[in-house]
């Protein structure tokens, strides 16, 4: 890198050395993991420093394709490869004659759509975004194979984001997957990340729980308390742990750095209990008999971890179960009227749903995991009975009503449940509890699942809409006229006359 350059930058703040060219593969592998849309990663060193290696490493790992056909771009200039995740757009500057040339060939606009790897960088002068990455490869000179990276950036969130990925495969380093294969796997709606890990034809899924609760702002961390969401990855530990001892089938835990927010554990797959979208029956009664064979035992509300810690199920409490459903009136009511729910309409909310979380306070109440939907329902074809149904995302699990679980799952909210269907699956679940005891009261736990298919539509309501507006997850306002409709369904069963006079007055 020029001295020029070199003053202009601040100081490396990460210096790593790589021994030869699978670490320098690995290495581009972990880059990989943390680039997005906008990113700029500028790669400076002499001819023969590695550029190109990490170059082609990284978009390879980025399009999951080991054998893709990358050339190098030195006398296009420019090479754009449009991926799943993030299109990346691979630049040599080596031939650029003016910097302004730059401009000519759209970087900003290909940075609208994607992330741009830059070789030579030097020859562009100032016209790389300020918020770049750049790394320096260097030879060294006691050892032909080996190099020296160093991370330069203005950016402050660079380190963060350099540390938080090396630290993954730093974790990596100590389990049966050091040499693995990273690649990014969809995750859910909250803050944690999910990635894949392969190697020696196994495959095992990473989640990265990047928070503690206390460094998240002030009213995300109430939030999260209020309504009993988990702290840490402790309670994946401890919650999984305890549903395979009981005979459930959940994801073994591989390795865990609890404390750095890690957990590598074993893949079950990625079916799930629907189909090209549709729903498939069989696959539900077999969901259906996970949550009889759950509800049909005792579950303790204090487990112990392997180091001697205890982990404690919360209890969810009718003020929990407000403060969820109220995210309609933070989020759903705003987005349909253009005005936040007035007063009047926030108390007679609180009001109502206290008088019916009150007229189901004698259900039955045991572990809810609280997200029991096509999702999280990981379908394993080859197994029988109540194994056919791998169970994940539970790290949320309380003890409440058990009717929340099977309303989350009759009326799934990323797949359009018949009225028909979800007869069936009610029917098929309170045949199996009579089945458990003839003394299953079908009227208590008929309306709890009345109120609570009620409660959760509506929290969802205002989840989504968040998502959209607040994450910039447009794509689940799709689901709202599901909801909606579920919603109607759900208010026009008995015992529920209170609850659907107030949404017929004050529901947008």
């Known amino acids: 890198m020029s001295d020029h350059l070199l003053r202009q930058l601040p100081e490396t703040f990460r210096t790593i050395t790589v021994e030869n060219e699978a670490e320098t593969q690995r290495l581009a592998n972990d880059l990989s993991m943390v680039l997005g849309r906008g990113d700029t990663v ?9 550029k190109s290696t990490l170059s082609r490493a990284l978009i390879r790992s980025l399009a999951g394709d080991p054998d893709l056909e990358v050339p190098s771009p030195t006398f296009t200039l420019v090479q754009t490869y449009d991926l799943d995740r993030v299109s990346i757009s691979h630049f040599d500057l080596y031939r650029l ?203 303790p509300q204090t487990l112990e971890l392997a180091d001697g810690s205890e982990y404690t199920i919360p209890a969810y409490s009718a003020d929990a179960l407000i403060a969820e459903a109220s995210l309609f009136l933070d989020w759903y009511v705003p987005e349909a009227t253009g005005n936040p729910a007035d007063a009047e309409t926030v108390q007679s909310f609180e009001t109502v749903w206290k008088q019916a979380l009150e007229r189901i306070s004698t259900a039955q109440t045991g572990w809810v995991l609280r997200d029991f939907h096509s999702p999280n329902l990981l379908w394993q074809e080859d197994a029988t009975g109540t194994d056919r149904i791998g169970l994940i995302d539970f790290q949320d699990t309380v003890y409440g009503p058990v009717a929340y679980d099977v309303a989350s799952l009759l009326l799934d909210a990323r797949t359009d449940m018949s009225r028909e269907l979800e007869t069936r699956l009610f029917e098929a679940y309170v045949a199996l509890r009579r089945r458990q005891s003839p003394d299953f009261d079908l009227a208590g736990f008929s309306q709890a699942y009345a109120v609570m298919a009620a409660q959760r539509i509506t929290k969802i309501l205002g989840i989504f809409v968040r998502l959209a507006r607040r994450d910039n997850k447009p794509a689940y306002l799709s689901h709202l006229p599901r909801m909606l409709g579920y919603l109607d369904r759900v208010l026009e069963r008995p015992d529920m006359s209170d609850l659907n006079t107030w949404y017929a007055r004050y529901r947008p």
């Open 42 to 50: 500028c790669l400076s060193g002499d001819l023969g420093a590695g």
């Open 97 to 299: 004659e003016e910097p302004e040339e730059l401009e000519e060939l759209g970087l900003d606009d290909l940075l609208g759509e994607g992330a741009a790897l830059i070789e030579w960088p030097e020859n562009a002068a100032d016209l790389l975004p300020e918020a770049a990455l750049w790394i320096q490869i260097s030879a060294l000179d006691d050892d032909p194979e080996r190099r020296r990276v160093d991370f330069y950036s203005k950016e402050p969130a660079w380190p963060d984001r350099i540390a938080q990925s090396l630290e993954v495969r730093s974790f990596l380093s100590r389990t049966d997957f050091s040499q693995g294969e990273r690649h990014f796997l969809a995750g859910d709606a909250s803050l944690r990340t999910f990635e894949t890990v392969s190697s020696d034809d196994v495959t095992a899924v990473l989640m990265r729980w990047p928070f503690q609760a206390d460094t998240l702002p002030t009213t995300v961390r109430d939030y999260m308390r209020r309504v009993h969401l988990a702290q840490d990855c402790r309670s994946v530990v401890a919650i999984g742990s305890e549903l395979r001892a009981r005979g459930f089938i959940a994801p073994e835990i591989l390795a865990a750095s609890v404390e750095n927010g890690l957990i590598l554990s074993g893949n079950l797959g990625s079916d799930t209990v629907v189909v090209s979208g549709a729903p498939m029956e069989e696959r539900y009664v077999a969901a259906v008999e996970v949550l009889a064979k759950l509800h049909g035992q005792a579950w």
